[in-house]
């Protein structure tokens, strides 16, 4: 029984409430009346977490006992936001919880908004992440999660009096975080810089010297919904190595003895705050090393349990790599079997080929990773050999292919000559892998099409594959939008559809009753309502819930066109300041939400915030305007933000440049909560309104395969701005004439559209217009037409659940199956 301390039922409230009180005078040593809020938080969390830890134990002895092929999600971030409702959510206790902080005294609503985000990560990529892990839980796949755990995740987002982004550490770790668990005695040693050996007649060379530090693992459990299993997210923390120093106990340098390498500290300090930029920083390879190798010494110490051949290997493992962040580890594995295991070059070459796939993210030429040769020689001199090997042996390959295509072989080799020399990191990791795919259909032919061209003729179609990105409904629909759920569940007579999102579609039917259209348009006031009383308390800004809210929530960046959006307000509101009164009287009102954070050395990014909090300023205090449009620019966005703007959406702002936005995942909670899209043919839009039907959406804007021309044109036939869009040269007249501050701050974010606009903003200006202008139609003309064509949406969403996307990985490529841990 002493084993079974920590078990309560499910639904046993009073054991729940014991629970919670037993860690508030043990875990928190306070007295069981002294609770104040946060410790209420902390004690309940600590509570949900012994239920973690019971299931992840379990998970980890049938995993262990069973030995099947596991699956490791490698990826430099994970943007999990709170753990405290998603985990009751997921264990099914969510009630028993309610109930047990209600008897203690409190509302389990203030628990819940104590708990810091976990935001180790920038955008979508990291959000990306925390959905498949929570998916590889809920469909019982043997799967792990690989990442760094940085003492600082994304930085605090405040605006200034002006409007300007400012910069603040987020110290998620001063509390203490009841969701990990650190393993001290889990710690793998990790070399740096040193020199390199040849070990004569062999492949072997012997890597010694420079650096060395410790990589420590701490453990976070994530249950997955309606199973016992609970997968795992082990983070790095990097440690100096604290060994008994001879040398300078020998010296009587006691202090130098302790003395932790500064260097060694800052390696898992911070989270790089980019997304979809590139910079060649030493500090970036040290986190990304530290992260592959410990990672693949802990995979690897796990095989070796199984006393098994390394040619079985490939049976055993499977390495996702998100992105090429991780792609160091494909030479880290290549160097462990030849150096350590004394695998020959070849043998070592073909277990290697068979262990890794990679998921590319952006086709933007920026955002790709390309290390200095220089620097990667300096930091890890051994790898960098092996990828010269490497990509000799590729390039003999593709030679004997196409003998004397010397254009060929500069195209596609993996060190990109020149002055300075680079390692192409993608091309490394199309070479390394068995499987490369993109993030939605569109995204996935244009990686093959355009900068993969090259490696598809040489490793054939079948070496790359699409599988586009997906979206837990656990969080992004159960946790966030409780009413919709139950409404949800309520209609179609069980939860099933938590599990099987393809089920929504039976709802489908249900947007011809007038009765389910009202219970869903209530849904969606309620939860408008909701997100404006947030606004008006923390901003002071009053929103009218009748309007349209349109929200565009995601990074800041020039492709995902931000500016667009401003500039069609400051469009609307000059026709609103023109229009008489009653012609006032017939204009639909809109409110525009924005939320996204520009990384700090982004200026053009920077000084579009600057320009819709300026506009916000003016145009929600103009008395002509009244409430027929607001803009709301809501500082420090975040997942637990997310969860409160989305539910709200009436339209989700989706208008990057076609061809850019590889995916897109917000474009999928938005619908999913009954949003109409609005948006370009681009990334998952477009299957997203191939499932919900095009009537449903409002699509505009240049296609793809007419970007090219029309940017070509912009660049070498300029046409002056009034005649490309003369709706467009009147904003921007406006803008000049200092009417959102001094005349002149803004000149080189409009200089970017007067000169090349790269990303197309002037010429689709005038379609996104008539965008707006149907769905002014709509919401002014048919509102039960509009809740339709919610529902529709919603209920249309079934396949961009992460279970979808996460099984097709499964089945696809990874090649494991589901290992669900028995009731009993
Ligand atoms: C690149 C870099 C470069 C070095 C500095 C830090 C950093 C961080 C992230 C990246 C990769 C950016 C790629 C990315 O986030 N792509 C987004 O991935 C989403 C998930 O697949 C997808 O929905 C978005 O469309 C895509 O922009």
Excluded at 128 to 147: E, F, H, K, R, V
Aim: proline share 4%.
């Amino acid at each position: 029984t002493a084993l079974k301390a920590n078990d309560v039922d499910e639904d046993d409230v009073q054991g729940v409430a014991n629970t919670i009180v037993r860690h508030v005078t043990t875990s928190l040593a306070r007295q069981a009346g002294n609770m104040d809020t946060i410790a209420a938080y902390q004690a309940t969390a600590l509570s949900v977490r012994d239920q973690l830890i019971k299931r992840w134990n379990e998970t980890t002895s049938y995993h262990t006992a069973r030995a099947p092929k596991r699956i490791y999600y490698f990826s430099i971030e994970w943007l999990i936001g709170r753990s405290l409702d998603n985990a009751v959510l997921n264990l099914g206790m969510k009630n028993t919880y309610e109930d047990a902080s209600r008897k203690l005294g409190f509302n389990f609503e203030d628990l819940l908004n104590e708990e810091r985000d976990a935001a180790l990560g920038n955008g979508g990529l990291g959000r990306l992440a925390a959905c498949y892990i929570d998916s590889m839980a809920t469909l019982s796949l043997p799967g792990w999660g690989y990442g760094l755990r940085y003492n600082y995740g994304i930085f605090k987002q405040m605006l200034s009096k002006t409007g300007e982004q400012l910069e603040a550490p987020d110290p998620w770790l001063d509390r203490e975080n009841p969701w990990e668990i650190a393993r001290l005695d889990v710690a793998y040693p990790i070399r740096f810089y040193g020199n390199v050996e040849p070990v004569a007649n062999s492949d072997k060379a012997v890597w010694s010297g420079g650096m060395e530090c410790l990589a420590v693992a701490y453990d976070t459990p994530i249950p997955g919904y309606a199973t016992k299993n609970c997968a795992n997210i082990r983070l790095w923390s990097a440690k100096p190595v604290q060994g008994f120093d001879l040398n300078s106990f020998n010296a009587g340098n006691y202090e130098a003895s302790v003395h932790a390498s500064s260097e060694v500290g800052n390696i898992t300090q911070v989270l790089y705050p980019n997304d979809n930029m590139y910079q060649g920083k030493l500090l970036r390879l040290q986190q990304q090393y530290l992260w592959c190798s410990a990672s693949l010494q802990d995979i690897l110490r796990r095989f070796t349990k199984l006393e098994l051949p390394w040619t079985q290997l490939p049976d055993y493992i499977c390495i996702q790599m998100n992105d090429t962040h991780p792609t160091i580890v494909i030479a880290e594995l290549m160097r462990i079997l030849i150096d350590e295991e004394d695998i020959s070059y070849d043998q070592a070459w073909k277990i290697t080929t068979k262990v890794f796939a990679y998921t590319n993210h952006t086709v933007l030429p920026e955002a790709l990773e390309k290390w200095e040769v220089s620097l990667f020689e300096k930091l890890l001199p051994r790898h960098l050999q092996i990828i010269y090997r490497i990509n000799h042996d590729f390039l003999q390959q593709v030679a004997k292919r196409w003998p004397n295509d010397n254009d060929r072989l500069a195209r596609m080799s993996i060190i990109e000559e020149g002055t300075p020399k680079y390692v192409r990191m993608a091309y490394l990791a199309i070479v390394g892998s068995f499987k490369v795919n993109g993030v939605a259909e569109l995204h996935s032919q244009l990686l093959q099409a355009t900068i993969f061209k090259d490696f598809v003729e040489f490793k054939g179609r079948d070496h790359f594959t699409n599988v586009t990105n997906g979206i837990t409904p656990r969080r992004w629909l159960l946790q966030c939008n409780p009413e919709l759920s139950a409404l949800i569940t309520h209609s179609l007579g069980s939860e099933a559809w938590l599990t099987n999102a393809q089920l929504l579609k039976n709802l489908i039917p249900m947007a011809e009753q007038k009765e389910f259209r009202k219970a869903f348009d209530i849904i969606k006031q309620n939860n408008k309502r909701r997100l404006a009383e947030v606004i008006e308390q923390e901003l002071g800004i009053t929103l009218n819930p009748r309007s349209v809210f349109a929200a565009q929530i995601k990074r800041m960046h020039e492709y995902k066109r931000q500016t667009l959006n401003i500039f069609a307000i400051i469009h609307r509101y000059l026709e609103i300041k023109k229009a008489s009164p009653a012609d006032r009287k017939k204009i639909q009102p809109w409110t525009f939400i924005f939320a996204g954070k520009a990384a700090p050395g982004y200026y053009i990014a920077k000084l579009v915030i600057r320009l819709i909090v300026n506009v916000g300023k003016i145009v929600n205090n103009d008395q002509d305007v009244g409430d027929l449009l607001k803009v709301v620019f809501i500082p420090d966005y975040s997942v637990s933000i997310a969860e409160v703007l989305i539910p709200a959406a009436d339209i989700s702002v989706q208008i990057s440049t076609a061809g850019t936005e590889a995916s897109g995942t917000s474009n999928m909670k938005l619908a999913l909560n009954g949003a109409l899209l609005l948006g370009t043919v681009d990334g998952a839009n477009i299957e997203i309104a191939e499932d919900a039907g095009e009537d449903q959406c409002f699509m505009f804007g240049y296609l793809n395969d007419q970007v090219q021309q029309v940017r070509y044109n912009n660049s070498y036939n300029p046409t002056p701005l009034e005649q490309r869009s003369p709706e467009l040269a009147a904003v921007f007249k406006h803008i000049e004439s200092g009417a959102f501050g001094d005349a002149g701050i803004y000149d080189s974010l409009l200089k970017t559209v007067y000169e090349h606009d790269y990303y197309l903003v002037s010429n689709d200006f005038g379609s996104y217009l008539a965008a707006q202008k149907l769905v002014d139609e709509l919401w002014g003309g048919d509102p039960e037409e509009w809740t339709r064509k919610a529902i529709i949406t919603s209920c249309s969403m079934g396949d961009f659940s992460s279970d979808r996307s996460v099984q097709d990985y499964a089945d696809g490529i990874w090649g494991v199956e589901s290992e669900r841990v028995p009731d009993n």
